[in-house]
């Protein structure tokens, strides 16, 4: 039998969008790898179960309510992640928001909130985060899309902000590559979670635009991402830099 993997041993974790789904199934497999966590979301009582069972799938694990939104809440989660756990080895940024609507009725409203949690959330906790993963010469693996590839009907909004996530990581994989830091991002699509349980397409959707975004076989549980966002966390990706990797089912293919 092969010994279970610990590439996340002594490694200091934060997860954004912990409380659900993929960030949830990333605390807990980085966790499970050795990893301290601090488990960042929007969700209360949510990120707390997500922090302890984290904590039981083997590493140490804390919860903090965070708005990845909110540039000083952003500060203050990672000032609280250095000042538990003494460091930041790793980034993982999954907190986001999908809304479908036709582009055309689409408020702004909306299009600025997705923008500010999917976009300016992941920007934010970069930007926070860069100086103490300039330090420990540590990483950083950031939620994109196949939207981000591919246009996803009625969701205009989200796609753009995604699309705008790889272009964020590649410049950071750029300007911070030399210095030990490295930027990757992952491209889910069509992973079983509460985003894509029941969404609300407008009352007059045509499925077969969305269906075109289907995977080549069923959709897959969120450990399946997490196993992706592992692997470009850890060494064995130490010459991964600046890229993004879909894991979609061969929906764009
Ligand atoms: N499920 C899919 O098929 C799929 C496909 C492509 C991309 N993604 C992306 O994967 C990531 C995780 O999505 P998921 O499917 O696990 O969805 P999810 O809804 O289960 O989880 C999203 C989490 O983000 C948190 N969140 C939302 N706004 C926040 C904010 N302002 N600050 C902090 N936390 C916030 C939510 O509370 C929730 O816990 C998202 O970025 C999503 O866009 C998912």
Redesign the pocket.
Known sequence: MTAPLRRFEDKVVLV??????????TAERLAAEGGRILC????EE??AESAKRAAEAGGEAEARV?????PE?VRSCVEACVDRFGRIDVLC??????RFAHTHEMPVEEWNRIV???LT?TFLMCQAALPHLLESRGCIVN?????ALKGLPYGAA?GAS?AGVLALTAAIATEYGRKGVRANA???????????KDPAFPDDVNMRLVMRHSPLDE?RG?ET?AGLIAFLASEDAAHVNGEHVRV?GASLS
């Open positions: 954004t969008g912990a409380a659900s789904g993929i960030g949830a199934a960042a979301d929007l969700q949510a990120v965070t708005d990845v939104s909110d809440q940024n999954v907190a986001g928001i999908l500010q949690v999917n959330g939620t994109s899309s196949t939207s989200y995604k992952v491209c889910p699509g069509s992973i079983s979670t509460p985003m894509t959709f969120p991402v979609d």
